[in-house]
DNA sequence: TACAATATACTAACGCCGTTAGTTTATCAG
DNA sequence: CTGATAAACTAACGGCGTTAGTATATTGTA
């Protein structure tokens, strides 16, 4: 068949499109590739294999995720831009669950670049504590903590397993942010110590 | 081939162990009847399917770590109960991570015998809860908060999403913890008002 | 004890999956 | 115009969960 000037950009766009419709666990190359009207051989000429694809998919998540977080803390300081960070985040989750699945499947591949979606996830987090009084360390452990959270939270609502009370999740959301903002002020308390 | 005696109990324990030994994404039904010198079609004579093994499976992990949370917090109160909780917690996914696993891909089944899982899990953390002077609502709440925090530490630690700083990820632990024992003091003093 | 019913195993096959090897063909560079 | 390269193809491999149909050993009953 002729060639229609496949790019692996557009293999990795149509892969987005599809985990996002169809579900990160519906997800196969041999559909992907119908999708571009091709075989599903092909696709090895622009991808190494599913690994390398989910990685890039990967890249692409935390990238976007970044973007939304930088944009929601522009401007504002300590548990402001804490809220907004969080808001961003749970927002992102919700709206595009399937996606956001992808990047636990990330880490799994021993990478370099691995480094630096690891630092473009961390950045904003710390930006949006800067703000507060820390020492390094405790920013360091308090990102942690931060992402433990929110990725909790959000994949456990996700999974269905808030499901067990008739109190809003929305308000439980809210609980756990205060608790993190909590825990800053009392870490900041700590480090003037 | 001769029969065997081969009972459902004993083809869940079989799955628990591969799943153990081999990590939860090398398991398969293949190999599964291999361990029990059977053919792969002969599995289904015990159990219905493999989302069905799997709910199975996930029953036994939910009670696993009932039973250890409970032992845990047995004649502890308030901050040292849920310390105890919280370290049972964080123990069973580090020992037992595949299994782990197993919980997250529960809850996709629409079984009405989900809620009694989804009660064994609640009821320790309820228990260790109870010596705060809390709401009903502010506990179920908490719980979920308490649930975020632990699932998304334990699980993104074993994804390799905590290695990105030179600081011990045990010091991280138990910042998490204290944030929430912070969020439980605090909401105490808000229900007292 | 003999027979019928049931439970447990089997073989064979279906339609998916990711992946590789080898081949053809369109495009592009010199 | 020609040769190289890139992008598609076909065919196949070994794996997967699952189903249908069959044989046989055990069990319960007359």
């Keep these: 068949m002729a060639r229609q000037g496949l790019t692996r950009a557009d ?4 892969a987005i499109e599809m985990i ?3 579900g990160l666990h519906n997800f196969s190359l041999r559909e992907l590739a119908g999708r571009l009207h091709i075989k599903a051989a092909s696709l090895y000429n622009h991808i190494r294999n599913m690994d390398e694809l989910y990685t890039e998919i990967g890249y692409y998540v935390i990238s976007e995720l970044k973007k939304v977080q930088l944009g929601a ?3 504002k300081q300590r548990a ?3 809220k907004a960070l969080a808001d ?5 989750g919700k709206e595009r ?4 699945k992808v990047i636990l499947s990330l880490p799994m591949v021993k990478n370099d670049a691995i480094h630096r979606a690891g630092f473009d996830i961390v950045e904003p987090i710390m930006s949006a504590m800067s703000g507060y009084r820390l020492t390094g360390e405790q920013m360091m452990h308090l990102q942690r903590v931060f992402r433990s959270i929110m990725h909790g939270f959000i994949s456990q609502e996700e999974a269905g397993c808030f499901r067990q009370f008739p109190v809003d999740v929305g308000d439980s959301y ?3 942010v205060r608790g993190f903002i909590l825990l800053l002020e009392n870490s900041e ?3 003037r110590k």
């Design 11 to 14: 293999v990795i766009q149509a």
């Design 20 to 22: 996002e419709s169809e």
């Design 73 to 75: 803390i522009a401007g």
């Design 80 to 82: 402001e831009a804490v």
């Design 88 to 92: 961003a985040y749970y927002r992102f």
């Design 97 to 100: 669950p399937e996606l956001y």
């Design 174 to 176: 809210q609980m756990a």
């Design 189 to 191: 308390k700590e480090a």
